[in-house]
């Protein structure tokens, strides 16, 4: 969709970027955002958690992608509210002509974006409103081709984002018409929330809809997303799909248990 200037904040109902700004202490978030996190909070009480080891594991991927496998493009999907350490940040900090091009459909977010992410001189940063349930307009967009060599491996990252695509095959046609736009090389980086891990009587509070906020996203098992990977062609590189906080940890950090996060994270290799 175009950017033309003039869309509005819709402050009367939560968005994810908003509340998971909530959850990590921000203040970039409306009185909606904050009643649906504290709703879920009360059935989960490690959201909290979740969120800071979701963020960790963006920051940590980033690192590796760029150190260990040259990675010098990033197309970051479902962006979130800026805070600590972007995509960009890190990506720069380790190779300072890195490009990034983030992408999210809150206003809010593309306006702080602007404001607030600015790239090292020697590099690029590029943010356009799109929807990760329209991914060919995200592909399309005349920023992503003025941004980013499409002809060069890319990394994708999308970070809690796709649980909120419902249905399998929107999901795996999300994966399918990125990755198909890009070379051999690239990358995808993926966190996705689960039930896997939760106490029965969590997960079907959860999954009922009945807690506000809840209907929103879609819990896969470690399972659906391995498949989700494996019907687009990408090798997950080591140690695979597992637990974010689990997912190459800093060194004498002692990661939460897996179900104080129930987020699994994956980066994985388009051959």
Do not use: C
Request: no cysteine; glycine share 8%.
């Amino acid at each position: 969709m175009a950017d033309d200037g003039k869309s509005t904040v819709d402050t009367s109902s939560p968005h994810p970027a908003r509340r998971y700004n909530y959850w990590l202490g921000g203040k970039d978030n409306f009185a909606a955002d904050r009643e649906s996190a504290d709703a879920i909070e009360a059935v989960f009480p490690h959201i909290r958690t979740a969120a800071v080891e979701n963020r960790r594991f963006l920051q940590r991927a980033v690192r590796v992608l760029t150190r260990e496998h040259g990675i010098r493009q990033f197309l970051d999907v479902g962006t979130g509210l800026p805070t600590a350490d972007n995509t960009h940040e890190v990506a720069q900090r380790i190779e300072p002509a890195s490009r990034v091009v983030y992408v999210d459909n809150d206003p809010l977010v593309l306006t702080h974006a602007r404001a607030l992410l600015t790239s090292d001189p020697r590099g690029r940063t590029a943010y356009i409103p799109a929807d990760l349930q329209e991914p060919e307009s995200i592909l399309a967009h005349p920023d992503v081709a003025a941004t980013l060599d499409l002809s060069q491996p890319v990394a994708v990252m999308l970070i809690a984002v796709l649980h909120f695509v419902h249905d399998d095959e929107q999901a795996g046609k999300a994966i399918a018409t990125l990755m198909g736009g890009l070379p051999p090389g690239s990358f995808l980086a993926l966190t996705h929330a689960t039930a896997d891990f939760l106490p029965p009587e969590v997960a079907a509070a959860l999954t009922s809809g009945k807690v506000q906020g809840t209907g929103s996203f879609e819990g896969r098992s470690g399972a659906q997303i391995s498949r989700l990977l494996d019907d687009n062609g990408l090798e997950p590189i080591d140690p695979g799909l597992t637990v974010v906080s689990q997912w190459r940890p800093e060194p004498g950090v002692t990661p939460p248990p897996a179900e104080h996060v129930s987020v699994y994270g994956v980066v994985a290799r388009k051959s």
